[in-house]
T-cell receptor, first 109, second 115 residues
Framework: RKEVEQDPGPFNVPEGATVAFNCTYS??????FFWYRQDCRKEPKLLMS???SGNEDGRFTAQLNRASQYISLLIRDSKLSDSATYLC??????????FGKGTRLSVIA | GAVVSQHPSRVICKSGTSVKIECRSL??????MFWYRQFPKQSLMLMAT?????????EQGVEKDKFLINHASLTLSTLTVTSAHPEDSSFYIC???????????FGPGTRLTVL
């Protein structure tokens, strides 16, 4: 079983739509959780950290369920510029980040 | 914010040659850097952890004699792909951890194509 698993995608949605990505992780010792965004042929960039209480940053909302080892990302009012691959990432302590395979999002005009 | 640079951004080489990729942390001293590899439509896979002043720690399945890592200073780590073959063609991305360990910043990546 892979350490971090995500929706396979791709997600093709119209502008203004709400889209949700899911992620599960296998190691219950995982302590830190993130969503990264990666544009084509570019490096990943931190979108937001994920906290147990849930957190929101503008149109983006992240949720963590430690009991289910499940992480989600909700994007409201999708923009064309949101088109990218979204990577679910976990970490145990100060060990290296572990990446999911990513879910590709295409927002269509 | 912190910046990590990587050079070259793209390299095309013949099979059998060696390629060196540099990773620099520009805003902070990084005692630990990481090297990842990403094949098309795949996730970033950690290759090795580079520690300043000591030997790198390689992940299972990564040949240390093929992927030479040197972390001679607190701001520079290099990855040398020795005797490169077409199957080594990939996107190589380095990452530097801040001294506190709280954050990890990524370089822009190096796209290697071996003919």
């Amino acid at each position: 079983r892979k350490e971090v698993e995500q929706d396979p995608g791709p997600f093709n949605v119209p502008e203004g739509a709400t889209v949700a990505f899911n992620c599960t992780y296998s190691n219950s010792a995982s302590q830190s959780f993130f969503w990264y965004r990666q544009d084509c042929r570019k490096e990943p960039k931190l979108l937001m950290s994920v906290y147990s209480s849930g957190n929101e940053d503008g149109r983006f909302t992240a949720q963590l369920n430690r009991a289910s080892q499940y992480i989600s990302l909700l994007i409201r009012d999708s923009k064309l510029s949101d088109s990218a691959t979204y990577l679910c990432v976990v970490r145990i302590g100060n060990t290296p980040l572990v990446f999911g395979k990513g879910t590709r999002l295409s927002v269509i005009a | 914010g912190a910046v990590v640079s990587q050079h070259p951004s793209r390299v095309i080489c013949k099979s059998g040659t060696s390629v060196k990729i540099e990773c620099r942390s520009l805003d902070f001293q990084a005692t630990t850097m990481f090297w990842y590899r990403q094949f098309p439509k795949q996730s970033l896979m950690l290759m090795a952890t580079s520690n300043e002043g000591s030997k790198a720690t390689y992940e299972q399945g990564v040949e240390k004699d093929k992927f030479l890592i040197n972390h001679a200073s607190l701001t520079l780590s290099t990855l040398t792909v020795t005797s490169a073959h077409p199957e080594d063609s990939s996107f190589y991305i380095c990452s530097a951890r801040t001294p506190s360990g709280a954050e990890q910043f990524f370089g822009p990546g190096t796209r290697l194509t071996v003919l």
